[in-house]
């Protein structure tokens, strides 16, 4: 099995408070990992490590067999780690094919000039237009993000991610703030993403991490109470205990 990301011993402390408490934590290549933990457990501080936003306290963090820990976001992205944010990040005034577009020209190095390089520029808005046809948008790639609907836009997000070429990919509760009904039908969009991009996402709901998740981390307190599949997971008396209560859906 090989791996996509690990981490050693990643710890975190804002003063006197320890929010990622050493964490060894591994992603196979190709894994469908889901985060769960009550809130304030760290879920975000792990993500922001991940990506280099927030600077570790001590330990290390291995992508694709190298060590990225000192490196800076823009540097771990071009290795191929890529993020989606827990509350929308895109521009509204922007039509979906014109943030996936110039994502794609970030990741070529044309944003500063892709308007002499007609040539470049077309293969871009190509594989942009490839990229929203994947993910179900073609039909609103032309429309302002803001008059689409909040599922929708999400599910733009991972466009713009997927436009970086990621190798593993960060979703923040990619769910958060859509209807029920709605997050089945992004999960189901996410699930269809390629088998060699490894997806780590955090999410709250454990119907739809038993549906979309191959294994689970439940992080307490900035460090690792279980790991395990779903069922496991949801049959662990101290996960129940310390986040599922008795609800078995929402923590
Ligand atoms: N910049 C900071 N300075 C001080 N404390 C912080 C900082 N960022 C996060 N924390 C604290 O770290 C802890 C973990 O926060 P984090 O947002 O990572 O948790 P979470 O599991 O993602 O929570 P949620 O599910 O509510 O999003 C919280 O107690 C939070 O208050």
Known sequence: MSIALTTAGLSKNYGALQVTRAVDFSLPVGARHALIGPNGAGK????????????????????????????????????????????????????????????????LGLTARWYKRTGEHRAALDEAAEILARLHLGHVGHLLTRTLPYGQQRIVEV??????????????????????????????????????????????????????????????????????????????PEVRTVYLGNSEGHA
């Open 159 to 236: 466009a713009v991610a997927l436009a970086l070429r990621p190798r593993v990919l960060l979703l923040d509760e990619p769910a958060a703030g859509i209807p029920s009904g709605e997050s089945a039908e992004l999960f189901e969009v996410i699930a269809e993403l390629p088998e060699d991009i490894s997806l780590l996402f955090i999410e709250h709901d454990m119907h739809l991490v038993s549906r979309f998740a191959s294994r689970v981390t439940v992080l307490v307190a900035g460090g690792i109470l279980a790991e395990g599949t779903p069922a496991e997971i949801m049959a662990n």
């Open 44 to 107: 975000t501080t792990f993500i922001n490590l991940l990506t280099g936003t927030v600077p570790a306290t001590s330990g290390s963090i291995t992508l694709l067999g190298e060590d990225i820990t000192g490196q800076r976001p823009d540097q771990r992205v071009k290795r191929g780690l890529a993020r989606t944010f827990q509350v929308t990040s895109l521009f509204p005034e922007l039509t979906p094919m014109q943030s996936v577009t110039l994502a794609v020209c970030e990741r």
